[in-house]
Every structure is written in structure tokens, then in C-alpha cells.
């Protein structure tokens, strides 16, 4: 080939690369690293470690973890449909105390489909009317008028949507519909910085109905909705790359690698995105596992809508187990974190001294050793969640928000957030 012919040849490979959003071949090293993360989590016993979603994000990915995989899938299959079929009159049974929710019940179908498995037999069969009943409970509190909200979230009536879809479960139009009408009017998906992961959720939910054409009567309305989240995606973008912040950026490219868009946005969208998430990554901003699992797929060019037909012999690269680093032995510094919880009276502001390096739920936990701060959390697959602070629970809409203060929200839980020294973090009650 001559230069031409190679500047040409060039020039169309630079094309094809900006049509679809794709994700060039990241460091392996990087990958497996990251896919590191999700092994000890895969061994842990306690049943509140159990999360379809590490199981989707490495089947979707290049790494494999081999005999640990089939047994975790082997878990997720005891723990979802005994503890699910449960009937409310059996609830002392001991291993299903901690009874997995609905948004659980739609991850562990998708699960299921990882494996190329359709839920099948009487069991699968009450599992899907199950999430349907669900998806109608949460139209009726959206209501005729769309003035309600879902009970639980737009972001898991969409997971709900997309798990039933990959298994070619058909919903009636009206549920599609109040999707349909959130993303139309959308000021009912915003909820401040999270409006991207919704979006992202929403849109690939309704990928897979496009592609699977199971509401036809909906096809146009579909169609115009998705385009409608790709452009919020998209505009959402921040001039560092990434869209909404570092942690909806997978679900944000998730959508975007689903279809081609215009080259010259998408081009210059997708490869910002990716020096911003490679950025990321060096940076070790990566460390939650639910994070990695929604990360894995994209950076092997895959998404939740790759679950309508799954490749699950395409070769992947076995896991080895993290290779321990000696930590130098220094004298520990200690810090001093102040905690602000200005949202109850009297307004609680104490300086608490913990070693560097401690997590926020490291300095929540000295506070409560030393009296006067108490809370407490509910496990979920993001990690520890604070639902009640100084006695105070947050009510319906609610939650108590994390900040830096004086106004920054964290991007991260109390299990992953590591403040510095001198930093004051504010517990603040808001609506959400
Ligand atoms: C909906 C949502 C919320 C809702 C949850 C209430 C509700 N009724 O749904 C609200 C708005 C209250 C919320 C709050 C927060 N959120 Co939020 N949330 C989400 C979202 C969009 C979906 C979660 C979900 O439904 N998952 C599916 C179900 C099946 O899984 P689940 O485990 O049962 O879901 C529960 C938990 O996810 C929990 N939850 C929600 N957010 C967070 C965040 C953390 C750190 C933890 C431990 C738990 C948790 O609420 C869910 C419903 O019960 C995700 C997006 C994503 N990409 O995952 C972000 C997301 C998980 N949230 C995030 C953050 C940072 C927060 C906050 C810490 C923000 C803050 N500065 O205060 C707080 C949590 C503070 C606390 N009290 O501990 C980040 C986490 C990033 C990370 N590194 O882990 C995400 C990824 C959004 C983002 N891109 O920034 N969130």
C-alpha cells in the first residue's frame, strides 16, 4: 500500500471508530486489576454481599474467573428463588432474612441471561409475574395524571424494564408508556447529579425493546425517546469527558456504544470520554465494585442490551489472584475530620481524629464510640447506606446526603470515601 493509500485507509479507520462509540483497547493490566476487586467479594460468605451485578459486569467482560463464577451463579440462584418465592408467612426462614428487593429480583434475571439462560419452569415463571407486578405497582403510584413518582426510582423501573426485555418478557404498552412520558417530560427523571445514570438506565431499557421490537405500537415513541436520552447524555457531558460525573460514565457509554450517531458529536464525545475514564482509572478512582461491574462491559465494548443474545463462548482471559504489595511500616498519621450535622437540633460539630487514610465510615463509627453521633446503615449493592443519623430516618423522598462542606455532594458512600485532613463533612437531610 502506498501513502496515500495508507492515509486513506487511515482516514476510514479513524470513521469507523467515530460512527460507534467504542472504547480502543485499554491496558490489560488496568482491566484485570480492576476485575481483581470483584474476587474476594465472589468468596464472601454473608448473604448481603451477594450481587448479580458483579456476575453481569464480569460475564460481559474480557476476564474470567472460571470455577468462582459457576459457583457464584450457583448462589445467586439458591439465595433469589428460594428468598423470593418466600411467602411472607415463612419470613423466620433463617437464610432469608435479608429478603433481596425488586431492582435485585431485575439484576439477577439479568444475571441469569449472562449465562445464556432464559428464566424458564414454575419457579421462572413466578420470578418474571413477580417483576411485572412490580412495574404495575410502581404505574399506579406514577398515576393516570404521571403527577406521582415510582416508589422506588425511575433508574430501577427502567432495570426492571430492560431485565424482563433481554428475556423477551412483553409488558404492557402502558408501563413502557410512563417511561416513555418521564423521558418526554424530563423533569421527572432529574434528581440533580444522578439524572445521567437514569437516563443512561432508561435508554438502554428501551434499546432493548427497539431491537427486540416488543411493544410495536410504541415503535416510534420508542425510538424518539432513545434518541431524546442520547442527546441528554451526551449534553450532560463535562469538559474534563465525562457525562454527569467519573461514576455515570460507564452507564452514560454503555448507551452511547448501543447504536451509531452523528460521527463529528459522537467522535469527539467518545474519545474525551475515554482520556477522561482512562484518567480515572489510573487514578484508582474505580474501588467500588458496583462501579466496576457497571465499568467491566464498556471497557470491552459491551452493554446490559448485549444480554437480548449474549456470546457466551467468546474467549476471555482467566484471572489471576492480586498479588499482595508489602505496605512500608510508617508511625500511622493521624488527622482530624470535623462532623457536621446541621439538619437537627441542637446542631451536632465535633473534630474527630483518625488515622490517614480512614475511610468516612472509619470517622462515623469513632464518632459514635465517643458519644453524642449515632447513625445507622442499610447494606446495599453500592455498599453501606446511611439511613438514619442522630436517631433521625429519613422518610419517603428523603435521604441524608453527604457533602464537603460547604457544598460539595461526595461522589462516593461512607465505605469508599477517604476525607483528608482538615476536611469538614456536613450530614445534611434533604428531598430528593
Ligand atoms: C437512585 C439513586 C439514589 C437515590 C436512592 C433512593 C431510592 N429510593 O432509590 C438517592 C437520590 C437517595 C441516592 C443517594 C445517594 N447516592 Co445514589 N444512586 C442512585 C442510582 C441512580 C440508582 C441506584 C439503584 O436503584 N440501584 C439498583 C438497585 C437494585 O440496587 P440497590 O443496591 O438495591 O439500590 C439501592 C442503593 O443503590 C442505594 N443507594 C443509592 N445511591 C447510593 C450511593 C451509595 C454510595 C450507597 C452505599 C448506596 C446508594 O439506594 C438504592 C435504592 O434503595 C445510582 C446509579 C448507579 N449507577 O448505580 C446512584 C449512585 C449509586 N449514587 C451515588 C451517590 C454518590 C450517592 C450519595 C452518596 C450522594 C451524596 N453525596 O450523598 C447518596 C447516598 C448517601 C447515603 N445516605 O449513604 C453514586 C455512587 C458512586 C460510587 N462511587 O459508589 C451513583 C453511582 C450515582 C453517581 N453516578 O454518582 N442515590
Redesign the pocket.
Known amino acids: 500500500m502506498g501513502p496515500l493509500g495508507a492515509f486513506l485507509f487511515l482516514l476510514g479507520a479513524l470513521g469507523a471508530l467515530a460512527d460507534i462509540c467504542e472504547i480502543p483497547e485499554v491496558d490489560s493490566h488496568l482491566v484485570e486489576k480492576l476485575g481483581q476487586h470483584l474476587l474476594p467479594w465472589m468468596d464472601a460468605l454473608s448473604l448481603e454481599y451477594l450481587n448479580p ?1 458483579i456476575y453481569v459486569g464480569l460475564r460481559l467482560s474480557s476476564l474470567q474467573a472460571e470455577t468462582k463464577e459457576n459457583l457464584y451463579l450457583h448462589r445467586l440462584k439458591l439465595y433469589h428463588q428460594q428468598c423470593l418465592l418466600e411467602s411472607a408467612s415463612s419470613d423466620d426462614n433463617s437464610d432469608c432474612q435479608t429478603k433481596p ?4 429480583l ?2 439477577y434475571l439479568l444475571a441469569l441471561r449472562a449465562n445464556c439462560e432464559f428464566v424458564g419452569g414454575h419457579k421462572g415463571a413466578r420470578l418474571v409475574s413477580q417483576l411485572k407486578w412490580f412495574l404495575e405497582e410502581e404505574k399506579r403510584a406514577i398515576g393516570h395524571d404521571h403527577k406521582g413518582h415510582p ?3 425511575y ?2 423501573y427502567s ?1 426492571s424494564i430492560l431485565a424482563l426485555c433481554v428475556h423477551q418478557k412483553r409488558l404492557h404498552d402502558s408501563v413502557v408508556g410512563k417511561l416513555l412520558y418521564a423521558i418526554e417530560h424530563d423533569q421527572h427523571l432529574q ?4 439524572s ?3 437516563m ?2 432508561a435508554g438502554l431499557a428501551l434499546t432493548c425493546l427497539e431491537n427486540s421490537n416488543l411493544n410495536p405500537d410504541q415503535g416510534q415513541r420508542i425510538t424518539m425517546a432513545i434518541r431524546t436520552a442520547r442527546k441528554k447524555v451526551l449534553k450532560a457531558q463535562t469538559p474534563e469527558g465525562h457525562f ?8 452514560a457509554l454503555q448507551l452511547l456504544m448501543t447504536s451509531p450517531m452523528s460521527r463529528v458529536e459522537l467522535g469527539t464525545a467518545c474519545l474525551k470520554a475515554r482520556a477522561a475514564l482512562l484518567a480515572s482509572l489510573q487514578d484508582g ?4 465494585v ?2 466496576i461491574s ?1 465499568l467491566l462491559p464498556v471497557l470491552n465494548n459491551k452493554t446490559y442490551v448485549d444480554l437480548i443474545s449474549p456470546h457466551c463462548l467468546a474467549p476471555r482471559v482467566m484471572m489471576r489472584p492480586a498479588t499482595k504489595t508489602l505496605s512500608q511500616t510508617r508511625v500511622p498519621e493521624i488527622i482530624s475530620v470535623t462532623l457536621k450535622v446541621p439538619s437537627i437540633l441542637p446542631l451536632y460539630k465535633q473534630s474527630i481524629s483518625v488515622f490517614a487514610g480512614s475511610s468516612l465510615e472509619d470517622v462515623l463509627k469513632t464518632a459514635q464510640e465517643l458519644g453524642e453521633f449515632t447513625y445507622r ?2 447494606a ?8 438514619s443519623v442522630m436517631g433521625k430516618e ?1 422518610g419517603d ?7 464537603q462542606a460547604p457544598d460539595t ?9 477517604r476525607p483528608k485532613d482538615g476536611e469538614t463533612i456536613e450530614l445534611r437531610l434533604i428531598r ?1
Open positions: 451485578s428487593s425488586r431492582g435485585h431485575a439484576l416508589q422506588t426510582s433508574y430501577q432495570l434528581q440533580g447529579h444522578l445521567v445514570d437514569t443512561a438506565m454527569g460525573n467519573v461514576y455515570s460514565t460507564p452507564l478512582a474505580f474501588q467500588n458496583l462501579m457497571q446503615t442499610r446495599t449493592l453500592s455498599g453501606p447506606y446511611v439511613i429519613a423522598r428523603e435521604f441524608w446526603q453527604l457533602l455532594p461526595l461522589l462516593q458512600g461512607i465505605a469508599d470515601y430528593w
